[in-house]
């Protein structure tokens, strides 16, 4: 079965410092894959998406980076992390087409101090 | 930017009543999709309904689409404490590799 895996849960970062979440997906072959950024009590802010090893589309101009070095392996990284970057993070895959919705990740809780 | 908008922003039920919350959106769709997040927690895809579909069931689940009026709604029938959850919903647009999500609606059901 299809699974999505997305870690740390928690995360506590001074500003200025790296960051780097992965996100994995097993039991599918070439999914798109997605981070999105959820502020408190708002909808999704799509971050990234990308459609196969190496590409990646870049919705904002902001602090963060995404790559996929691996056909199942989707990172979300930053330099130096801003206080803006606090967030909740989720990662998501989908097949593609029409018929098909997103699974996500259980997300990431990202606090920039 | 933000296509679909649910309404209303938030409900709050007693447990065994129905809960319907609705959604607008403005571009024509392939198809558009109800989503359920848990606080805390990522979402869960509840159902997806085609452009072409007007009705769709899944357990205590409804979900209509109303292409003319771009609009669609989600009812939960017979609802309980556990539904007790924030609900989006999200488009796929013609021509386009991503979903567009609305602002959500958050539901309490008090038992």
């Known amino acids: 079965s299809q699974t999505i895996h997305q870690w740390p849960a928690t995360l506590v970062q001074p500003v200025g410092s790296p960051l780097s979440l992965e996100c994995t997906v097993e039991g599918t072959s070439n999914p798109n894959l997605y981070w999105y950024r959820q502020a408190a009590g708002r909808g999704l802010q799509l971050l990234f998406y990308s459609v196969g090893i190496g590409q990646i589309s870049s919705e904002v101009p902001q602090n963060l980076s995404a790559s996929r070095p691996q056909d199942r392996q989707f990172i979300l990284s930053s330099k130096k992390l801003l206080l803006s970057d606090s967030g909740f993070y989720l990662c998501a895959w989908s097949v593609g087409g029409i018929n098909y919705g997103y699974t996500f990740g259980s997300g990431t809780r990202l606090t920039v101090v | 930017s933000q296509q679909g908008e649910e309404d209303p922003q938030a409900l709050s039920i007693q447990e065994g009543e129905n809960a319907t919350m609705n959604c607008s959106y403005k571009?024509?769709?392939?198809?558009l999709q109800w989503y359920r997040q848990n606080s805390g927690r990522g979402l869960v895809h509840l159902i997806l309904?085609?452009?072409n579909e007007r009705e769709k069931h899944s357990g205590r689940l409804r979900v209509t689409l109303d292409t003319s009026k771009k609009s669609s709604s989600l009812l939960i029938t017979a609802s309980r404490a556990a539904d007790t959850a924030s609900y989006f919903c999200?488009?796929?647009?013609?021509?386009?590799?991503?979903?567009?999500w609305g602002l959500g609606t958050s539901l309490a059901v008090n038992p």
């Open positions: 571009t024509s769709i392939n198809n």
């Open positions: 999200a488009t796929d647009v013609l021509n386009n590799r991503k979903l567009i």
């Open positions: 309904i085609r452009s």
